[in-house]
Nanobody, 116 residues
Framework: VQLVEFGGGLVQAGGCLRL?????????????IAWYKQPPGKRRDHLAV???????NYADAVKGRFTISRDNARRMVYLQMNSLKPQDTAVYYC???????????WGQGTQVTVSS
C-alpha cells in the first residue's frame, strides 16, 4: 500500500503547478485526504485537506492560492498551486488524515522548488 505523489518541479515565483496523488485501492470516498508540506530542514506540516463531503480547509499561508480537489472514481487527489512563492519550496506529500495523524505509510513525496 503506497501513496504516489507527482507533478512537482522547478518554477519561477508567480508560476503555477498541479500536484497529483495516487491513492491506494483501500482508500474510500469518505476518507479525508490531506496534502502536507515539508520545507528543507523543517518538519512536515498540514497544508490543505479535503473531506469525503468535499469540504476543504487550508493553512493560512496558502488560502486563495492553492486548491485541493479529488476524483474518487480515479482515487486521485490534486493540489493546484497558483501564485507560487519561494517559501513554497518544499517536498509535498499526501496522506489519509485520520484526525489523529496520517493513516498510511508516507510516499516519496514530490519536490517543488520556486525560484525568485
Amino acid at each position: 500500500v503506497q501513496l504516489v505523489e507527482f507533478g512537482g518541479g522547478l518554477v519561477q515565483a508567480g508560476g503555477c503547478l498541479r500536484l497529483s496523488c495516487e491513492l491506494p485501492d483501500s482508500t474510500l470516498p469518505e476518507h479525508t485526504i490531506a496534502w502536507y508540506k515539508q520545507p528543507p530542514g523543517k518538519r512536515r506540516d498540514h497544508l490543505a485537506v479535503i473531506a469525503g463531503t468535499g469540504r476543504t480547509n487550508y493553512a493560512d499561508a496558502v488560502k486563495g492560492r492553492f486548491t485541493i480537489s479529488r476524483d474518487n472514481a480515479r482515487r486521485m487527489v490534486y493540489l493546484q498551486m497558483n501564485s507560487l512563492k519561494p517559501q513554497d519550496t518544499a517536498v509535498y506529500y499526501c496522506n489519509i488524515d485520520t484526525g489523529m495523524g496520517p493513516g498510511l505509510r508516507w510516499g516519496q513525496g514530490t519536490q517543488v522548488t520556486v525560484s525568485s
